[in-house]
């Protein structure tokens, strides 16, 4: 593997038995955002922010057995960075897990990391249809390292079960 990162590859194995037979499927889709993140925002200070947001953004689906899972997915990510002594972190990495499906820019705290953040998961979800100038043929690249092994598909198919479930809020993870 020509990138890897400590800090995903161990937290994603805490969530092994939890993400069960979607562990791959989740860890490239984890990945390929961690990437775009980087290709985005060329700070290498905010990596590890971004390793750890990469990880948490989409965790409560498994954790929680939900599709409205933006609220257990920082509350997993408080609880990691508040037992590994980074409680400086909860603020602004909590801020990219609950905008990171805004469909318009974020203004506010922490601007960057998290208009960065945004940005890397929707070059993700929309299958680089949407670039925000990161260079393609790295996309390309990072994809064809990390495919999608049907990500895109059990999104689908999770969205159109909670729509079944609760019509008149089917995509809850959604914020203006």
């Known amino acids: 593997m020509k990138n890897s990162n400590a800090i995903i590859d161990g937290l994603l194995e805490k ?10 499927k989740y860890r490239n889709h984890v990945y390929r955002v ?17 390793a750890i947001a990469a990880v948490f953004h989409d965790i409560g689906i498994w954790t ?9 997915s920082i509350e997993q990510a408080k609880i990691y960075l ?15 897990i609950h905008w990171h499906h805004k469909t318009s ?10 208009e960065s953040f945004r940005k890397a998961d929707w070059i993700d979800v929309s299958l680089a249809l949407l670039t925000f100038g990161a260079d393609k043929k790295q ?9 999608n092994l049907g990500f ?4 689908i198919k999770a969205t159109t079960k909670n729509f079944f479930k ?11």
């Open 82 to 96: 508040t037992e590994s002594g980074k409680q400086e972190l909860i603020d602004e990495v909590s801020l990219m």
């Open 105 to 114: 820019k974020y203004q506010g705290a922490n601007e960057q990391s998290v």
């Open 64 to 72: 929680d057995h939900t599709i409205d899972y933006l609220a257990p």
């Open 166 to 176: 609760h019509p008149l809020n089917p995509l809850p993870m959604f914020t203006r």
């Open 34 to 50: 961690f990437l775009n993140c980087l290709l985005i925002d060329g700070d290498n200070a905010n990596e590890e922010k971004y």
């Open 139 to 147: 996309l390309a690249e990072n994809k064809q390292e990390f495919p």
């Open 15 to 24: 969530f092994r038995p939890v993400i069960g037979e979607d562990f791959n």
């Open 152 to 155: 895109h598909l059990f999104l």
